[in-house]
């Protein structure tokens, strides 16, 4: 975390390069990323047999030098839920419990693990991780908060992506330089690639700046910073006024990559407003009908001018002035032909309606000065394009003239012997399934971020994830098989005394869901949710205003389908969102908080969501048949919201302590002449509502 006394470092630097030339000498201290991951020798450890896996030396050596015993293993039930939970958000049904429980074979988690990842939630679940990295939303916020309604192509992508696992050093390439590659015969596989470059375009953009040359270069300063955060885990945009104040990262290193950005198109153009550009997704049906169609609009429009012409030219016989608005004195068959010429030609316009995506293609190609103090109109040296030199080198091959360098700029980053990439990826993914990363602030691999909690773990992890063909599904399965991963989270004392913060991994602590896993399981447990995929629940057509007149929203949240699929309207985001601690559409997140605030309580006891969720539950209760269990007594409805809320039976206690609340809140509304549909279905709809209420529902062991 960073310290106060950091914080007014940070301030004092940025405050002093404003009254500097730029020319602030290149920080000098080393940084330990910027080194290639080692690739180190399995620890020597004492108790050889508590290693899964050749991940868990990395973590008990460490313990064991402190004298830190792991914590027990987590009983199996516990398992199938974090299992269940961590690879695709949603929660295990009693059924599937139940057949994990059945299951003798030593083997049965990892083949619950197998079964999850080829689960199509399990892309949900992941891609929705990516989406926080790659700052998804669907509008651009900032001022007029225009809809992005095609946005959703590119979330569909990430989470096809991850389905197939794609391998990850493909997946980089393809949000970079989608465009650039080879077409072939697959339409879909190209189309996909377009759609994926919408990781450059999604951006937050003021679209009303006054100087388009300072929009153009704020949208470029965007991208830049989003490309070192989310690859390499390096604050780029810090050296747009000034070289780095602590990585080495010089100015001339910003202005190399501005200008391969700068070659890139991802707006048609930066007058107020400003538009941004979209990729078309034609197919060889929608292109053979396009092109007729333009062969005829062009037809349509020289005979327009040739009419137009012919009609101009007869208003002047005479020599006669020709007047404001000719048209006017047109005589009626000349305006009556150009009227049906000017429809078919809009017909024909309307015809043909070609999908498109947000993303990127290639422009003119140029270099970019050095910006002085960041400013566009003090300008200083032209930068060839060119990578950060501290890692790419001095001697760097002048990129292509007729290229903006994108292609060359991905495969250099997914290299081999790339220092960052894929110690940044392997930390993405420990961050997810432990609830901290190795390296804790998962977008700051630099001198100001926290330095690794176990660098030869790390180092190794992402060797692994090169080795294993870029793999993410790889990785996961090396971690959750792990006894790492296994460990209960009993709290010890003695080593909370030692290590406060468990940066050993001494155990597995308990981590509360996120916003959309929330949601997604009230949805689950009541049996609203909606599992279609794909596609776009904006009302909103491309390009109108999010908001009307008098800044209203008229987005919808009312829908059961899974929470990755609701609209992200940034500045004025879902409030269930909001009140969870969703991530900050504007700014890309690796990590996110988790607080505890009153607002979080009054949304699980007030709230509409939670409301609807828990009458349906309580519906589900007393039909005569759920799921062929035939729960007919008060007793078994119980211990089947217990299994179906939290993944465990009740307890005796609990099973009374349910029965009597039932028969009181019923009788209580019965006296109350409450309006409920009936006294029953009220009291266990409250039964419910303080199940999910509770810590454990939304919290995983």
């Known amino acids: 975390m960073r310290t106060a006394a950091t914080t007014w470092l940070v301030l004092f630097a940025c405050l002093g390069a404003l009254f500097t030339d730029g020319g602030a000498s290149r920080a000098e201290e080393p940084v330990w990323s910027f080194q290639p991951p080692a690739d180190p020798p399995l620890p020597a450890v004492r108790d050889r047999d508590w290693a899964a896996n050749p991940l868990d030396p990395f973590v008990l050596v460490r313990l064991e030098e402190k004298q830190l015993p792991p914590a027990p293993p987590a009983d199996r039930r516990t398992l199938i839920r974090r299992l269940t939970f961590d690879l695709t958000g949603l929660p295990p049904t009693p059924a599937q419990v139940d057949a994990v429980l059945a299951d003798p074979s030593p083997d049965a988690l990892a083949r619950l693990t197998d079964r999850l990842l080829a689960s199509p939630h399990y892309g949900e679940r992941w891609g929705r991780h990516w989406l926080d990295v790659a700052r998804y939303a669907d509008s651009n916020g900032l001022d007029e908060n225009y809809a992005y309604a095609n946005a959703w192509r590119y979330r569909d992508y990430v989470i096809r992506a991850f389905n197939a696992d794609k391998p990850y050093d493909q997946f980089v390439i393809e949000q970079l330089a989608g465009d650039l590659l080879p077409v072939g015969d697959d339409e879909a596989a190209h189309h996909d690639r377009l759609v994926a470059t919408g990781f450059l375009a999604l951006g937050p953009k003021f679209l009303a700046e006054k100087d388009p040359q300072k929009m153009e270069m704020d949208i470029i300063d965007e991208q830049i910073d989003t490309f070192g955060r989310a690859f390499m885990g390096l604050t780029l945009g810090c050296a747009r006024c000034h070289h780095h104040k602590f990585d080495p990262i010089l100015t001339e290193d910003y202005y190399g990559l501005a200008g391969i950005f700068k070659s890139t198109r991802v707006m048609d153009h930066f007058i107020k407003f400003a538009r941004w550009y979209e990729n078309p997704l034609l197919t060889s049906e929608t292109r053979a009908l396009k092109e007729k169609n333009d062969q005829r609009l062009a037809e349509l429009e020289a005979e327009i001018k040739k009419v137009v012409e012919a009609a101009n030219k007869e208003l002047q016989k005479g020599g006669k002035k020709l007047p404001p608005q000719p048209y006017r004195y047109y005589p009626g068959d000349v305006t009556k032909r150009l009227r049906k010429l000017k429809a078919e030609a809009s017909s024909l316009r309307d015809s043909v309606l070609i999908p498109t995506a947000l993303g990127a293609t290639e422009r003119e190609v140029v270099d970019v000065a050095v910006h002085r103090g960041g400013d566009h109109l003090q300008l200083g040296d032209v930068v060839p394009r060119r990578f950060p030199t501290t890692l790419a080198g001095e001697q760097q091959q002048p990129l292509d003239k007729n290229q903006s360098g994108r292609l060359r700029l991905a495969r250099w980053l997914v290299a081999d012997d790339h220092p960052l990439t894929s110690r940044v990826m392997v930390n993405r993914l420990w961050r997810w399934h432990f609830g901290q990363g190795l390296v804790r602030s998962t977008d700051n691999f630099g001198n100001l971020g926290d330095p690794p909690d176990n660098q030869p773990l790390l180092d190794w992890l992402a060797n692994r994830l090169i080795q294993r063909d870029w793999s993410i599904k790889r990785m996961h399965r090396l971690i959750t098989s792990s006894s790492t991963y296994r460990m209960s989270d009993r709290y010890d004392a003695e080593a909370a005394r030692i290590d406060p913060e468990n940066r050993r991994h001494w155990r597995t602590p308990a981590r509360r869901l996120e916003a959309e896993a929330i949601r997604d399981a009230l949805l689950a447990t009541s049996g609203q949710l909606d599992t279609t995929m794909g596609g776009s629940l904006m009302k909103t057509k491309n390009r109108q205003y999010v908001f009307d007149v008098n800044e209203q929203d008229k987005t919808s949240y009312d829908f059961p389908r899974r929470s990755v699929y609701l609209p992200v309207i940034r500045n004025n985001l879902y409030d ?109 709809q409250l039964l419910c509502q303080i199940v999910v209420a509770a810590d454990e529902f939304i919290y995983v062991q």
């Open 576 to 684: 269930v969102f909001s009140v969870f601690d969703y991530t900050d559409a504007s700014m890309i997140n690796g990590d996110r908080a988790t607080t505890t605030v009153a607002p979080q309580a009054l949304l699980m006891m007030n709230s509409e969501l939670v409301h609807d969720a828990t009458e349906q539950m309580a519906r589900r209760l007393l039909a005569d048949d759920e799921g062929g269990e035939k729960a007919r007594s008060d007793t078994d409805r119980i211990q089947w919201l217990y299994r179906t809320a939290y993944g465990r039976p009740a307890s005796q206690e609990e099973v009374a302590r349910g029965v009597s609340f039932l028969q009181q809140a019923e009788s209580d509304l019965t006296a109350a002449e409450s309006q409920l549909e009936s006294p029953r279905l009220g009291a266990w």
